[in-house]
């Protein structure tokens, strides 16, 4: 059967057709066509944010936490550049993500009319690819190929151009082209896979090196059984935080800067660091060339640029992690490498993360386990940028991949609040928290509208110490204590401005019983703020300086 | 300088990268602006469509470095890019372009 349809009716057909079902966006003059249909649509539920920047976090949430690529819709002009800051912390983290977005019809291109701006141009270093569509017939093509590219290989963010013209133009369709899904992954070369089992099984103290990679492989049951058989030592890096459960007794927690110090003192030991879906991102290693100094290095990524790029790898696989484990794990000798796990049990008794102040639920470290207590692994954790982040990272029992989401690679403040909101519409039945700090989330409040306009179950830890914590930190450290723009002379009343955009507020600081008031608070369904001062002389410890070598810690 | 001299010192510091892409307008800045974007400078670059016009080739020359393998990578990385060969500074592309580029 053949349709007439405009290119704004086909763009929404496709997204119906590739199993969108959640949108985020703000409409504009040059996206208005696509909104025309998209309010047609009984199949898409259209999530009206209340800036760009918004509207893309909740998508980003959205594939953080389902793993499936997410959409966002902007308008020419002034709403596609404020998507860009979305999209670059999408690629960093590797996160599939489909923007589209709407220009002036194409006739007024060049010619600087109202809202045009070179969108295509502005996205390319931070989109795995983009596309400026030029007609109604090559939507068909191109957006299914966005959604193929966002999901295959290492995932990323796809920016779809759309004048408003192509919008507008009819065509008549007999056929659909199919959904675009990942394609298949590149497989491990079986010969190097027998070499890497065979420096597993020769290695005297080998540290497994989990990133982020695992999480979007779907790989974190074959990494703790490859650990658990050969008797690995595991860190993680702040992406692959869930893959292996902290408390398992060969997790080492996160690496890096803000890691425990019996985590770098043993990689500093190590002979062998096998890594997987990791990149060997600055703040993990620290100074690259003091990073695991006589360790041979095995490193498996689907990204065949992330081999050799920091550090040479003895053997570099450019495969897809769960495959490439999944013929790792027969080919590896089951030890129990005693000499080795007591050395890591040891230096775990000796150098434990400090948590000094951890049963006082108005400290920091207290608040995190506290708010643990009232949640079990089925809750989502956000995080916001900054102090805040780093305690929840090196304080929260997390226990499962997708469970924990935060912006790592570009580390933006604002992450926090519309990415939780976006998790918590792809998860309806999971309780969603977002930690986050008195800096940050001003950085999208508007968007605690959306929550309650959506009734998102989202908690909303604030801690707050009217500081930019990180920034007071390294102030305090590295430059002579002149503090400087870190502190906030005005600060707002957040219960307040919480309750002016219609959620409920609690105020740890007002309450007798703490821990009561947060079960209260996340037990009862909906979007709620939680507010709770902290101390803003508190630092996250152990620090690598940065350029520092990571056995050089300071602090606790 | 002469000729030869020239030749010798690209011989030495600068290398040839062919570059079969996706004929359509905003390759170039995918390629180029790889390049750029990670200050990695490119001394010189010819392009021009092949056989049916589907595709283009990009011809580039680049001082090379130990960056440049990681360079080809990101480059191979673009969904535009087909194919990337590296030859040496002395490839014939380049050699027969001097006198348009005469002070």
Same mark, same amino acid.
């Given at each position: 059967?053949?349709?007439?349809?405009?290119?704004?009716?086909?763009?929404?057909?496709?997204?119906?057709?590739?199993?969108?079902?959640?949108?985020?966006?703000?409409?504009?003059?040059?996206?208005?066509?696509?909104?025309?249909?998209?309010?047609?649509?009984?199949?898409?539920?259209?999530?009206?944010?209340?800036?760009?920047?918004?509207?893309?976090?909740?998508?980003?949430?959205?594939?953080?936490?389902?793993?499936?690529?997410?959409?966002?819709?902007?308008?020419?002009?002034?709403?596609?550049?404020?998507?860009?800051?979305?999209?670059?912390?999408? !690629?960093?983290?590797?996160?599939?993500?489909?923007?589209?977005?709407?220009?002036?019809?194409?006739?007024?291109?060049?010619?600087?009319?109202?809202?045009?701006?070179?969108?295509?141009?502005?996205?390319?270093?931070?989109?795995?690819?983009?596309?400026?569509?030029?007609?109604?017939?090559?939507?068909?093509?191109?957006?299914?190929?966005?959604?193929?590219?966002?999901?295959?290989?290492?995932?990323?963010?796809?920016?779809?151009?759309?004048?408003?013209?192509?919008?507008?133009?009819?065509?008549?369709?007999?056929?659909?082209?199919?959904?675009?899904?990942?394609?298949?992954?590149?497989?491990?070369?079986?010969?190097?896979?027998?070499?890497?089992?065979?420096?597993?099984?020769?290695?005297?103290?080998?540290?497994?090196?989990?990133?982020?990679?695992?999480?979007?492989?779907?790989?974190?049951?074959?990494?703790?059984?490859?650990?658990?058989?050969?008797?690995?030592?595991?860190?993680?890096?702040?992406?692959?935080?869930?893959?292996?459960?902290?408390?398992?007794?060969?997790?080492?927690?996160?690496?890096?800067?803000?890691?425990?110090?019996?985590?770098?003192?043993?990689?500093?030991?190590?002979?062998?660091?096998?890594?997987?879906?990791?990149?060997?991102?600055?703040?993990?290693?620290?100074?690259?060339?003091?990073?695991?100094?006589?360790?041979?290095?095995?490193?498996?990524?689907?990204?065949?640029?992330?081999?050799? !790029?920091?550090?040479?790898?003895?053997?570099?696989?450019?495969?897809?992690?769960?495959?490439?484990?999944?013929?790792?794990?027969?080919?590896?000798?089951?030890?129990?490498? !005693?000499?080795?796990?007591?050395?890591?049990?040891?230096?775990?008794?000796?150098?434990?993360?400090?948590?000094?102040?951890?049963?006082?639920?108005?400290?920091?470290?207290?608040?995190?386990?506290?708010?643990?207590?009232?949640?079990?692994?089925?809750?989502?954790?956000?995080?916001?940028?900054?102090?805040?982040?780093?305690?929840?990272?090196?304080?929260?029992?997390?226990?499962?991949?997708?469970?924990?989401?935060?912006?790592?690679?570009?580390?933006?403040?604002?992450?926090?609040?519309?990415?939780?909101?976006?998790?918590?519409?792809?998860?309806?039945?999971?309780?969603?928290?977002?930690?986050?700090?008195?800096?940050?989330?001003?950085?999208?409040?508007?968007?605690?509208?959306?929550?309650?306009?959506?009734?998102?179950?989202?908690?909303?830890?604030?801690?707050?110490?009217?500081?930019?914590?990180?920034?007071?930190?390294?102030?305090?450290?590295?430059?002579?204590?002149?503090?400087?723009?870190?502190?906030?002379?005005?600060?707002?009343?957040?219960?307040?401005?919480?309750?002016?955009?219609?959620?409920?507020?609690?105020?740890?600081?007002?309450?007798?019983?703490?821990?009561?008031?947060?079960?209260?608070?996340?037990?009862?369904?909906?979007?709620?703020?939680?507010?709770?001062?902290?101390?803003?002389?508190?630092?996250?410890?152990?620090?690598?300086?940065?350029?520092?070598?990571?056995?050089?810690?300071?602090?606790? | 300088?002469?000729?030869?001299?020239?030749?010798?010192?690209?011989?030495?510091?600068?290398?040839?990268?062919?570059?079969?892409?996706?004929?359509?307008?905003?390759?170039?800045?995918?390629?180029?602006?790889?390049?750029?974007?990670?200050?990695?400078?490119?001394?010189?670059?010819?392009?021009?469509?092949?056989?049916?016009?589907?595709?283009?080739?990009?011809?580039?020359?680049?001082?090379?470095?130990?960056?440049?393998?990681?360079?080809?990578?990101?480059?191979?990385?673009?969904?535009?890019?087909?194919?990337?060969?590296?030859?040496?500074?002395?490839?014939?592309?380049?050699?027969?372009?001097?006198?348009?580029?005469?002070?």
């Amino acid at each position: 059967m053949t349709e007439t349809l405009t290119g704004a009716q086909i763009t929404v057909r496709l997204l119906e057709r590739q199993g969108i079902r959640t949108v985020a966006g703000i409409p504009g003059g040059a996206i208005l066509p696509i909104y025309d249909a998209l309010g047609q649509s009984t199949e898409i539920h259209h999530v009206l944010a209340r800036h760009e920047q918004g509207a893309g976090f909740m998508a980003q949430g959205m594939a953080r936490a389902t793993g499936m690529p997410a959409v966002c819709l902007a308008s020419s002009g002034p709403g596609a550049t404020n998507l860009l800051t979305a999209i670059a912390d999408a !690629k960093l983290d590797s996160i599939p993500l489909v923007a589209i977005t709407g220009q002036v019809p194409k006739a007024m291109i060049g010619t600087d009319a109202f809202q045009e701006v070179d969108t295509y141009g502005l996205s390319i270093p931070i989109t795995k690819h983009n596309f400026l569509v030029s007609s109604a017939e090559e939507l068909l093509e191109v957006l299914p190929r966005a959604f193929q590219i966002a999901a295959s290989g290492r995932p990323g963010p796809v920016l779809i151009d759309i004048p408003k013209d192509v919008q507008t133009q009819a065509i008549e369709i007999s056929q659909w082209p199919e959904p675009g899904r990942a394609l298949p992954a590149p497989t491990a070369n079986p010969e190097q896979i027998e070499q890497v089992a065979a420096m597993i099984n020769a290695a005297e103290r080998p540290i497994l090196y989990l990133g982020g990679g695992v999480v979007h492989s779907g790989a974190s049951t074959a990494a703790i059984e490859l650990a658990e058989k050969a008797s690995l030592p595991t860190v993680m890096t702040l992406m692959a935080l869930g893959t292996m459960p902290v408390d398992h007794p060969l997790s080492l927690g996160m690496l890096g800067m803000h890691a425990a110090r019996y985590t770098n003192f043993l990689l500093d030991e190590c002979d062998l660091l096998i890594a997987v879906g990791a990149r060997f991102d600055d703040r993990a290693t620290g100074k690259v060339a003091a990073f695991c100094p006589q360790a041979k290095i095995i490193h498996i990524d689907i990204d065949p640029a992330e081999l050799d !790029k920091i550090k040479t790898a003895h053997i570099g696989i450019a495969a897809d992690i769960s495959e490439a484990l999944g013929q790792l794990l027969p080919a590896v000798l089951e030890n129990v490498r !005693k000499i080795w796990v007591d050395r890591s049990n040891q230096l775990k008794a000796e150098f434990p993360l400090d948590m000094t102040g951890a049963d006082n639920p108005r400290s920091h470290f207290g608040l995190i386990q506290s708010v643990a207590a009232c949640l079990d692994d089925e809750a989502i954790i956000a995080t916001d940028v900054g102090q805040h982040q780093m305690w929840v990272a090196q304080a929260y029992p997390l226990r499962r991949p997708r469970q924990w989401l935060t912006s790592g690679g570009l580390g933006t403040m604002g992450f926090g609040v519309p990415a939780a909101i976006g998790a918590a519409l792809a998860e309806r039945e999971r309780t969603v928290v977002c930690f986050t700090g008195d800096g940050s989330i001003m950085m999208n409040i508007q968007e605690l509208v959306t929550a309650a306009e959506e009734n998102v179950n989202i908690k909303i830890v604030l801690m707050d110490n009217a500081t930019l914590g990180l920034v007071h930190q390294q102030q305090t450290l590295f430059y002579g204590e002149r503090l400087f723009a870190s502190q906030f002379r005005s600060s707002p009343d957040f219960i307040k401005i919480a309750q002016g955009f219609g959620i409920a507020a609690v105020d740890l600081d007002s309450s007798t019983n703490p821990c009561a008031t947060l079960m209260e608070a996340i037990s009862r369904p909906g979007p709620c703020l939680i507010h709770a001062s902290i101390d803003a002389e508190q630092k996250v410890y152990p620090m690598v300086p940065p350029g520092a070598a990571n056995r050089d810690m300071i602090g606790a | 300088m002469n000729a030869i001299t020239k030749n010798e010192q690209n011989a030495i510091t600068r290398a040839v990268l062919e570059i079969d892409v996706n004929n359509h307008a905003g390759v170039m800045s995918h390629v180029v602006g790889l390049f750029s974007r990670r200050s990695y400078n490119v001394e010189g670059i010819l392009c021009l469509p092949v056989g049916d016009g589907r595709q283009s080739r990009i011809w580039l020359l680049v001082n090379e470095d130990q960056r440049l393998a990681q360079m080809m990578k990101q480059a191979g990385k673009l969904e535009d890019v087909i194919a990337i060969r590296r030859h040496n500074a002395d490839h014939a592309v380049f050699q027969d372009l001097e006198t348009f580029f005469r002070p």
